[in-house]
């Protein structure tokens, strides 16, 4: 009798309790985003422009022809800033080359983007800057150009050194976006 009672009460406590054991799902990794914090760029630049503390300027190695040419890293989130440089010299074609390939990349990602939004603003120094925001699965999510469009031609691109989702990276994005945006507006071209 003893043992029967032993095994009803085991029996009914395995069987009263329903708890479905179902994995959860991934989680996304907490992200410390830095204060904006800047500081000029130093060096022999045909520019200068206030770069994020939280980025190392770094010589460009796809070119290292281009002295000009370089990336901010932003090795914490394993993202760089492209930063490409040309001289125009009062040629209208070479401006118009410059500014239409600058075009054609950003529409390479039509593929895999959702959307791209495009927008043009006048900088506190009086230069054009166009900048192209792009959604979706694509490598680059911002990218952008300063001109005077008679001397000098300034471009920049994001990329990731990641195969995360952008959904995941959005907010890191967001914060690279504000960087970028007080970069155009630091810009200042050297004659």
Not at 169 to 177: C, D, F
Request: proline share 6%; glycine share 4%.
């Amino acid at each position: 009798m003893k043992k029967l009672v032993i095994l009803s009460i085991l029996l009914a406590s395995l069987t009263s309790c329903e708890k479905s054991w179902l994995p959860k799902p991934p989680g996304y990794n907490k992200i410390d985003l830095p204060q904006h914090k800047y500081t000029p760029l130093t060096g022999d630049y045909p520019y200068q422009l206030d770069f994020p503390t939280s980025s190392v300027v770094e010589p460009d190695s796809f070119n290292l022809a281009e002295k000009a040419w370089i990336n901010l890293n932003y090795k914490d989130f394993g993202a760089k800033v492209h930063l490409t440089y040309k001289k125009i010299d009062g040629q209208t074609t070479k401006f118009e080359i410059l500014s239409n390939d600058a075009f054609k990349l950003t529409a390479k990602h039509q593929i895999k983007a959702y959307g791209i939004e495009e927008g043009i603003l006048i900088t506190p120094n009086g230069y054009t800057a166009v900048v192209a925001e792009l959604s979706g699965e694509v490598p680059t999510q911002f990218q952008f150009f300063v001109t005077d469009s008679t001397d000098h031609f300034l471009r920049g691109a994001l990329y990731f050194n990641t195969a995360m989702k952008n959904d995941s990276l959005a907010p890191v994005i967001e914060h690279i976006k504000i960087d970028m945006t007080h970069l155009m507006n630091s810009v200042k071209f050297v004659d």
